[in-house]
Nanobody, 126 residues
Framework: QVQLVESGGGLVQAGGSLRLSCAAS????????MGWFRRVPGKEREFVAA????????YIPSRVEGRVTIVADSAKNTGYLQLDSLTPEDTGVYYC???????????????????WGQGIQVTVSS
């Protein structure tokens, strides 16, 4: 079993930055893919970024490319999501997720992740 705990959310003004953390316990993340998703009211979970822990390869959709960075710290078994140039449209609950078996074609699909954190609120004021 893998437990994931997010931290680092909060309230920030438009144009600001936040760094979200996802601390993993229970298993070393070396064989895992970690993904970040966000949920806004009335919408499905939206893919934000993912990283393959062992290779360090990241996957970031074009709509947030240039504003989002994802990194993995093996020493701390913790992943980080850096959010820059935030806008009110970035407001939502952010979740980290992990799975050991995802192939690249499915990395954007939340249904493919077995383990989830509890989520953390990010609010961007205008």
């Amino acid at each position: 079993q893998v437990q994931l705990v997010e931290s680092g959310g909060g309230l920030v003004q438009a144009g600001g930055s936040l760094r979200l953390s996802c601390a993993a316990s229970g298993r070393p993340m070396g064989q895992y893919t970690m993904g970040w998703f966000r949920r806004v009211p009335g919408k499905e979970r939206e893919f934000v970024a993912a990283i393959r822990w062992r290779s360090g390869r990241s996957y970031i959709p074009s709509r947030v490319e240039g504003r989002v960075t994802i990194v993995a710290d093996s020493a701390k078994n913790t992943g980080y999501l850096q959010l820059d140039s935030l806008t009110p449209e970035d407001t939502g609950v952010y979740y980290c997720a992990a799975d050991p078996t995802i192939d690249p074609s499915s990395i954007f699909d939340p249904r493919r992740y077995a383990y989830w954190g509890q989520g953390i609120q990010v609010t961007v004021s205008s």
